[in-house]
């Protein structure tokens, strides 16, 4: 079975500092693993994904997450911040559902850019 | 571009009242899930249909149902609302078969049960 954990509910910081969002999963095969941002009174929307390949992954907006296999863990960082990046992060992973695959999410993380 | 719609942002009922939430897709996607999403909990997986008339329950199936007569609309029905229920529900569609698939989600909407 696989599982996801987010230690951090929730992550302040000042607007143009860097930013790291953890991510931990647990798994007994290969993952692919995803995160996902929900800004305010909206749906999720993905922000990047690791298939296989290289373990630096890059996504929208200036967010990339690294994979680490020995530490079983997909963090989401950004070098700068802005104030529109406030919103909740969610990281998931891929399970085969039985019949198709599904996603099992974290319970999230909030960051919280201020100015 | 990719677009996922859900009938009703807001939604107030009734305890006992029989409930429908709707949600239709326009990328001819296979795949089509209803998750729940409650603060500190993240998203739970209720149903998920992978073709038409096919369903299989997630990780809380109780007290809900699903119906898909058409590949792009998916419905989720709670039988007898109950406050319990209270919550944002979120729909999303993906294609089929590869684990690494995106899966693309509506606004959701946002439920109160008195």
């Known amino acids: 079975a696989q599982s996801v954990t987010q230690l951090d509910s929730q992550v302040p910081v000042f607007e143009e500092a860097p930013v790291e969002l953890r991510c931990n999963y647990s798994?007994?095969?290969?993952?692919?693993l995803f995160w996902y941002v929900q800004y305010p009174n909206q749906g999720l929307q993905l922000l990047l994904k690791?298939?296989?390949?290289?373990?630096l992954v890059k996504g929208i907006n200036g967010f990339e997450a690294e994979f680490n296999k020995s530490q079983t863990s997909f963090h989401l960082r950004k070098p700068s911040v802005h104030i529109s990046d406030t919103a909740e992060y969610f990281c998931?992973?891929?399970?085969?559902?039985?019949?198709?695959?599904?996603?099992?999410f974290g319970t999230g993380t909030l960051l919280a850019v201020q100015p | 571009d990719v677009k996922v719609t859900q009938s009703s942002r807001y939604l107030v009922k009734r305890t006992g009242e029989k409930v429908f939430l709707e949600c239709v897709q326009d990328?001819?996607?296979?795949?089509m899930f209803w998750y729940r999403q409650d603060p500190g909990l993240g998203l739970r997986l209720i149903y998920f249909?992978?073709?038409?008339?096919?369903?299989e329950k997630g990780d809380i199936p109780e007290g809900y149902s699903v119906s898909r007569e058409k590949k792009e609309r998916f419905s989720l029905i709670l039988e007898s609302a109950s406050t319990n229920q209270t919550s944002m529900y979120l729909c999303?569609?993906?294609?089929?078969?590869?684990?690494?698939?995106?899966?693309?989600f509506g606004p959701g909407t946002r439920l109160l049960v008195l």
């Open positions: 998931a992973v891929s399970a085969w559902g039985g019949a198709t695959n599904k996603l099992i």
């Open positions: 798994s007994s095969v290969s993952v692919y």
């Open positions: 990328m001819d996607h296979e795949n």
């Open positions: 999303a569609s993906s294609f089929p078969g590869f684990r690494g698939e995106t899966q693309y």
């Open positions: 690791y298939l296989s390949g290289s373990t």
């Open positions: 249909s992978y073709d038409v008339k096919m369903k």
